[in-house]
């Protein structure tokens, strides 16, 4: 990509990361550490990546995108909102009484969400199937997953993984938020997940490793994807939990907390300060 690319998809990151603070605080839900781990990659895909169309929600050849982490559903809903999947304006509405934004994505209501999800551990399971009927109907989208580190830790994603492998689904591709943090703690204290990168190579998946931060590496492996004929691709994203917020990255209980009238003017101002920096580099 160019320099000037990879600068606009920066800012878009670190806005987006202020609406979904805005958006959180103002309607009173939570997992903004959750949502802020995942921005970059929500970017990568929708503006380098996938081949969609707003206007046409059901395309039938639509690439598709699930967000088996449905906590982090605030990142997809502005995602969803800035591409034109619907109107801005309903960001102001996050779960508040007939919205169609609750607190985890729904495909009965929502324009570009592919399944419903936040019971952890069902959307890779959904991913396959989409992925199975493209190969069936000998269609080329692709499906691309995202899961959170510690849904790792439930059955349904390995089993999953078994039957991606064993049915040699290369239009279909994992992406792993490997932020390290669950609501209770470290993910290696709850349920270590390592050696993770050669876990789902055992599965028979091509996997990879990536900064989940760095747009120019999002999206270099993105289009590199299928990795390997008739194997699924897996990318571990390393990412930092609570990202553009210094006291929100890395800390367990900004999980699901809101800040104070304080932190959340802190919170802004380094967020702006951040944005401004974009611009002057």
């Not at 929600?57 to 559903?73: A, Q, T, Y």
């Not at 502005?78 to 034109?84: F, P, R």
């Not at 991606?164 to 591709?173: E, F, G």
Request: glycine share 6%.
């Amino acid at each position: 990509m160019k320099p000037t690319e990879i600068k606009d998809l920066k800012l878009k990151a670190n806005i987006f990361r202020q609406r979904i603070l805005d958006m959180i605080v103002k309607n009173k839900d939570s997992h903004i550490a959750s949502a802020f781990s995942l921005v970059e990659i929500l970017v990568s895909l929708y503006y380098k990546i996938l081949n969609i169309d707003p206007k046409n929600p059901e395309w039938e050849d639509r690439d598709r995108f699930i967000l088996s982490k449905g906590h982090g559903g605030a990142t997809l809903y502005v995602t969803l909102a800035e591409k034109g999947f619907f109107p801005k304006s309903v960001l102001d509405t996050l779960c508040q009484p007939k919205s169609i934004l609750g607190g985890h994505p729904d495909m009965l209501r929502i324009p570009g969400v592919e399944a419903s999800t936040g019971s952890l551990g069902h959307g890779l399971p959904i991913a396959i199937g989409i992925s199975l009927a493209a190969k069936t109907d000998q269609k080329s989208y692709r499906t691309y997953c995202l899961v959170g580190d510690g849904e790792c830790q439930e059955g349904t994603i390995w089993e999953a993984a078994m039957c991606a492998a064993q049915h040699k689904l290369d239009n279909l591709t994992a992406i792993v938020d490997y932020n390290k943090l669950q609501i209770c703690g470290p993910v290696s204290d709850i349920v270590n997940l390592e050696p993770f990168l050669e876990k789902w190579k055992s599965f028979g998946w091509e996997t990879v490793e990536i900064d989940g931060h760095n747009i120019e590496e999002i999206v270099s492996t993105l289009k590199k994807v299928p990795f390997k004929k008739d194997k699924p691709s897996a990318i571990i994203a390393h990412t930092v939990k609570g990202k553009g917020v210094s006291y929100m990255e890395n800390v367990t209980k900004w999980h699901s907390m809101l800040p104070d009238i304080e932190e959340l003017k802190q919170a802004k101002k380094e967020l702006k300060d951040s944005e401004i920096k974009i611009i002057e580099n």
